[in-house]
């Protein structure tokens, strides 16, 4: 393999991780703060369609975004209201969230522009086009580091670099300011935030709305970024793999973003290396489509080791009087 092809894998890597980094991320907030969200998936696929329908009728990118990002919040907010003020089972609220998002974006898809669930195709100044980093071009000569730079650094969309630096925002955020270290009391032990005098349910909304907004980021990404359009189910199980990829960095961002990369870059090479041939055998396309689910539980089950969650995660909080 020619370092050209290892360039192109790399840039594939970055480009399928980053929906994934944002979900993971935003599950990480959700789960620190100990609320569990399986729902992850379905806010992704809900602000996917939002934003490329919006951004085919009004053909503006941003406007698209700032649609995703707020039907997002929406699921979001019904899921906090379900776990958080009635004090309902976490799971069965995430996997509601996710089968409302699945018929949901097909019924007002078709409804709306009767295509069979899709929306139009995104053009221009409707989807995210890559930015050329300053001397790209000028680099692209320098031998290793000009192409590294050139092919891989520069020619991302906006989303992709903010995806990679909400990484050490986050960092800093949860361990580095009082925010951060409230949130992570509320997912460890609620009571005694609340014997502090700090609001445990209003920490946990505001960890459930951080999540929405990046699962909005992560949906938009999908589909006026990396694609250029909505298509039914095109999150395609992303969500529960960036769980997994949460499970697998323990809950820290700079492991999200280790594990992240990992699972995009089995993607990667599933969609890379099709019909391989080993001797007389053909290996089918779809067993390299099933690649990396295969591979997210063979990684799951063998080399994560020991995964403590927060240990209030799941519990509704009961405040005694």
Known sequence: MDYATL?????????LSVPLLLACLAGLYSERA????????????????????????SGSVWI???????????LAGLHGLASITFRGNQLISGV??????????????QAWFEQGGRTPS?????RFEPITLPLAETLQGVPVFGPLYAELISGQTALAYVGFAMVPLTWWLLFRTRFGLRLRAVGEAPEAVDTAGVSVIRMRFAAVAIAGVLCGLAGAYLATALQAGFVREMTAGRGFIALAALIFAKWRPWYALSATLLFGLLQAVALRFQ???????????????????????????????????????????????
């Open 34 to 57: 100990g609320i569990f969200d399986i729902g992850l998936e379905g806010k992704m696929l809900m602000a996917a369609f939002t934003s490329a329908a919006l951004a085919a009728v």
């Open 96 to 109: 509601a969230i996710n089968f409302l998002a699945s018929g949901l974006t097909v019924v007002i898809a």
């Open 275 to 321: 019909n391989i041939d080993i001797g007389t055998f053909t290996v089918p396309v779809q067993f390299m489509d099933a690649l990396p689910y295969i591979l997210t539980v063979v990684i799951l089950a063998g080399f994560v080791g020991k995964a403590i969650p927060p240990r209030a995660g799941g519990e509704p909080y009961v405040k005694e009087r």
């Open 64 to 74: 698209g975004l700032l649609a995703g990002i707020a039907s997002s919040m929406l």
């Open 122 to 126: 995104l053009q221009g100044a409707a």
């Open 7 to 15: 360039l192109q894998v790399a840039d594939s890597t970055v480009r």
